[in-house]
């Protein structure tokens, strides 16, 4: 658990009064002004129209995070690798649809903001049914039963028209005119600022649910599962009810799929589904709770921007992912972290010199990776599908040695010079840790 | 009769298939506790190097040198890769073999081609072994049958007497005890991958003829193939068999076991008809759900045995 | 501290943000833009990387021909990744940049969400519509229940190649076995089968009817046992992928003397996948192969399909794509404009004819194509030879548009 979150925690939320937690929690604070206004840096004056394709990225991005964060309760927070997490998600928007469509008749008359509680309970529902027989279990057999029943609801989702519409799905229509504030949620950002907002509730809640004893518990089963349970608690009884929970979250990110999607297939249960859940949550960070959030954005940017400008994004993704885990299990956020008693220290300002040098060495392997990768790409699949290969205004050939060589030459180049600044680097990390260990940290 | 003895037959076959793909990975996972989910993609490659090799020399010596081929691109991810992220826990490891699958994907859809590549059956197997009933057996699966039965035998042989097999029992089980007796346990470790990766080869080979090869086989065959060797339990080669051989025949007899759970209600006296509710869950006939029987028999296991049928060993 | 971390992700989405909304893509300028989306990465992968191949060959035709009102054709791509979410960020992207057409070839569940995507989209926006053309998603109910005034299905749908399988069977047959995907997809070729058996060979029964899950049956052996034991002459599927060609090879390895009935066996892959052991036996429903053109004597088609083939290694199984392009070509041109309400209403009810020389229509009721129908046979002997095989297609049975001109139960909203 990080310094911050403990410090807060024990300090009385009322201590300070809202200035103090202004002080405390502003980069949450940014980020959700900087949620409301972002739509704006995209808006076509000329023709008065957002641009859909980044408003509905946008949408993507605040059902990832409450999805993402939903799995690190299991995964960060409890220690529980789950391969189906995607099940809770897919299951919540089906019911989300059925429901949205019960509105639409009239049987229902459920305000359209309020229905993600019917996919959070659709979540909590089947979590709690089918983590009944996952939780059972810990560790390996925990992760395999969740594979097992992945597989099992993808299959029956293909199977069974009734509920899950085959393969067409079940569409609704969000336009039911029922609202608690009398939007008619006809353009995307109105459905956009409905997500910021139901995000902004669920990341609200699930950060007060680290700090419940259920949350601790979480925590300290993962850590020692056996001195946890000599705390009194059924460690089983602990995993079942963050898992429920976890179901019921991954529910409302469902629920807001369907309602900006408008339609819910099978693929929102499936494998891959979950691999995202995964992705996103590692490659943020599980240790820091805001790390899933970081995880969210980038994965969403990468799989929907960067595939826009190269079919090889898998390959970027699957290389992000190995580099965390080999050099970087804490993830991004919790690289970041590191810095955290150097901060307290007042001496951060030491690495910046360290980091500029690291920068111009990392920036040309990059590079010279990303030419290699698209050089490769273009040769085999690009090229005849008609596509070159242009950076603004060159075209490069991938037949002609040239960018091959200046690709070999920036990775092989590149390469040697961050060996030798990342010994730099390393000499000047260890030296001003160890003036931080033995002055101590600023207050 | 005949039914029974073409489906014991099938059952067979394909269970041992099963078995080559997962003994590679039985000995992974028991030794090192790595989920490896490129196991799979040891397999495609198998098939893929057998598609090159045996174009210049000939099927029977790509079954020698596309297995060997695996092997060493095993052992060389395990010297430089997955040791550094041995230290950094199960789950790490497992994520790693999770985003190594990946790029291997790429790399072959790079290397190979988006679609299956023409891998045939050589000429000399491709004709009826015997008759049985009326269908022919091809002699190609009997070649396979052959070749896994070959590798059961040579794996427990290779396991208990030796040297190295002694000593890589002994970590299937104790490692860090193996490790304070003095063996070279890192050596193990990259011994057993690499062995695992062989076995990984050499199911590409056989199987990517008699199945498709393309880029998309390593995810296809990946989940049943952790279902069998989670099934089996962790430890146990001999659980891995006979995991393999349970859900080759499972998946075979239900195919021609036509009835649903509508059937055996009928014959206790409860009626269902469409409007009966969950009556499409009810009238799914044993055949349409066939394949999915190993990951409930899986579940099924995991919640009574959390280590697998014969497992000695948790993680 | 949380700070920092915080200020990255915020700097980065900012930059991203704002270099993004300057614009996608960049293209020539008064080009009609086509945006087409399918499955680029991932498992499917190959479907669309065809596809984009044979539609640039396609495009150089038509835009040779002057395109359409004076304009040239131009194809945007965007990968889908089989997910719907992701299609309709491409519809998202299309729209923003006023794309008249937007164009899917895989997947009826995308399809499906495209059609109710663009439904409601022009609904809501009828100042910038756009026209959805469906180039090979074949769930029957897509131009049925689902139907739309803004989709146009540019390929016959599932009822339609059951029709030609049940009209394609010879005489002889009388025993046949369904196996499908237990999926929407399957079980409508499942259904649709059986009606038309029923209807115009009644003498034909139906031996056995099995459904599997999709993509996980990889030991075909004990069907093949029991399609022997059933007796059947001929085994009619939908499946696609290793679930037709495995259940092929079981069938040839185990000796299994019957006709297949495919519908995909004549895609890319399928003739490998199958091999010469499937001579004179592996049937499919198609609309179009390279041997036709011979067949029939059209030339300068198959002048136009052999330069393909001496470019590509995989068949022109799409061909039949140039006929959208010719549709769209006319129908433009007949409403003087791109704009797609107007040239959405010349397309419906529009007649042209194809490069082979027959009469397809666009059919008003529900914007279903009607067209031509071919079953061709994997065999020696022809003059055009798939994927290197030695082996090709050779026409069966032609089934004519008027004969697939099913009844159909679209009730369309028209705007108005």
Redesign the interface.
Known sequence: MSEGAVRTAAQPLAAGGAAAFLRRQWPWLAALVFALVVPWFSFDWSTGRHSGFIVSMLSQIGISIIFALSYNMLMGQAGLLSFGHAVFLGLGGYVTAHVVNATKGGALPLPLELTPIAGALGGLAFAVVLGYFATKQRATAFAMITLGIGELITSCALMFQTFFGGEGGVSTNRMTGRSLFGVGYAAPIQVYYLIVAWTALSVVAMLLLTRTPLGRMANASRDNFERAQFVGYDPRMVRFFQFALSGAFAGIAGALYTLTYEIVTYDTVAGPMSANALLMTYIGGVGVFAGPVVGAVLIVLLQSWVSLLSNSWLVYAGVLFIMMVTFAPMGLTGLVMMHQPIWRAGRLGRLIGPYLRLLGPALLVLIGFVLAVELCSFLTIGAAQGKSFTLSRITIDPRGARPWLVAGLLLVGGGLWLRVAMRGFGAAWNAVTEEVKTTGTRA | MEVLLVSLLNGLVYGMLLFMLASGLTLIFSMMGVLNFAHASMYMLGAYFAFSVSRVIGFWAALVVAPILCGILGALIEMYALRRVHRNGHIAELLFTVGLAFIIEKATQMAWGLLPVPYRVPPVLDRALFHVYGSNFHAYRGFMLLISILMFVAIWLLLTRTRIGLVIQAALTHPEMVGALGHNVPRVFTIVFAGGSVLAGLAGVIGGNYLVTEPSMAATMGPIVFVVVVFGGLGSLAGCFIASLIMGLVQTFAVVIDVSLADLLARLGVPVTSATPLAEVLTMPLPRVGALLPYLMLILVLLIKPRGLMGTRDT | ??????????L???V???W??GG??SAQQGTIKVMYTDP????F??VG??N??Q??YILDYINGRGGAVGRKFE?V???N??????A??A???A??QNMPIIMQCSG??IA??LI??VD?HNE?NPN?RIVYVNCGAV?T?LTNE?CSYWHFRMDAHVGMKAETMARALPKDVTKVYLLNQ????G?SVQRDVKTFLTKLRPDVKVVGD??????????F??????I??SGAQALITGNWG?DM??LI?SGM????DIRYYTMYAHL??GA??I?P?GNGKVRSVMAFHENIAVETGKTDTEGWTKQFRSQ?D?DFYAAGFRTIFEFLQAAMNKAGSADPTKFAAALEGLTITDMLGHQVTMRKADHQILSEYFVGVFTKGVKYDS?K?GLGWKTETTVLPKDLDQPNSCNMKRPS
């Not at chain 3, 501290?1 to 915020?10: A, V």
């Not at chain 3, 099995?210 to 030991?219: A, H, R, S, Y």
């Not at chain 3, 390895?253 to 299994?256: E, N, P």
């Open positions: 501290m949380l700070r920092i971390k915080r200020l990255i992700s915020l980065l989405a900012v991203l943000t704002l993004t909304g996608i893509v680029l990465s991932g498992p992968a190959q990387d065809q984009l191949q539609f640039k194809i791509s965007f990968d990744k089989s997910a719907p979410s992701e309709l960020l519809l998202k992207a729209t923003d009826s569940n499906a969400a109710e995507g409601k809501r910038n769930a109910e689902k237990d999926y929407l997809f079980q099995e459904l599997i899950p999709l993509g996980k049956v990889k030991d052996s004990p069907y093949v046992t029991k022997k034991a290793p060609t495995l090879k390895d185990s000796g299994l890319g892959g490998t996948a091999g052991a590509h995989f994927e095989t």
